[in-house]
Structure formats: C-alpha cells, structure tokens
C-alpha cells in the first residue's frame, strides 16, 4: 500500500504561482512513476505532469508546458508541482498518482494510488 498526501493547495489570483506537494509513504521502493492529474468541474480527470522515480525523465501536457514544473525530491518520495502564470482556466481540484510501472504513462489506468486531492481556485 501507498498513502498519498497533497498540500499547497488555496486561493490565487490570476498571474499567481502555487506550488503543490505530494508526500508518498509506505511501499514506495523499486521502479514507479509519480504523477499529477487535475479534475475540472464536470469534466474527467486529466494528466497533468509526472516524472519516473530517477526523476530523469518528465512529462507534460501539452498545454501547460511553460508554466508548470513538476520535479522529486532525491530520495523520490514527496512530489512537487511548480505552477506559475495561473489562470481561472487552471481551476480545478489537483490529485496525485503514484504507479508501479517501468514506463512514465499518461492515463489514469497507470497509476495505482491516489491522494485526496487539494483544490486550486484562480480568480479573475
């Protein structure tokens, strides 16, 4: 088992920064990938970025490459999201995902554990 922690979450105004983190604790050794999905209102959750346990390799959105960084720390347990230039466009509740997998993935599907989710609200 794996328990997920996000924090950072809160109120920002358009052109703000955040910065989220995700503390992994439990059966955390051995190949795996650490990833942020968001949930807008009404809509599925969607990929946001992830990075492999070496943090050697990153992935990104397409869309939102440029504002968001998304890095781990050395020891590959607590997971960050750097988000910069916020808009209300970027409001949504931000999940993290944790996934035993060789290969960095993009769905839903590759991710085993999820955290609780911290809400981000940009406002006009």
Do not use: I
Request: glycine share 12%; charged share 20%; net charge positive.
């Amino acid at each position: 088992q794996v328990h997920l922690v996000e924090s950072g979450g809160g109120l920002v105004q358009t052109g703000g920064s955040l910065r989220l983190s995700c503390a992994a604790s439990g059966r955390t050794f051995g190949s795996n990938n650490m990833a942020w999905f968001r949930q807008l209102p009404g809509q599925e959750r969607e990929f946001v970025a992830g990075v492999a346990w070496r943090g050697n390799v990153r992935d990104y959105a397409e869309a939102l490459k440029g504002r968001f960084t998304v890095s781990r720390d050395n020891r590959g347990n607590t997971l960050y999201l750097q988000m910069n230039s916020l808009t209300p466009d970027d409001t949504a509740v931000y999940f993290c995902a944790f996934g035993a997998r060789l290969t960095l993935g993009r769905r839903t599907t590759d991710y085993d554990y999820w955290g609780q989710g911290t809400q981000v609200t940009v406002s006009s």
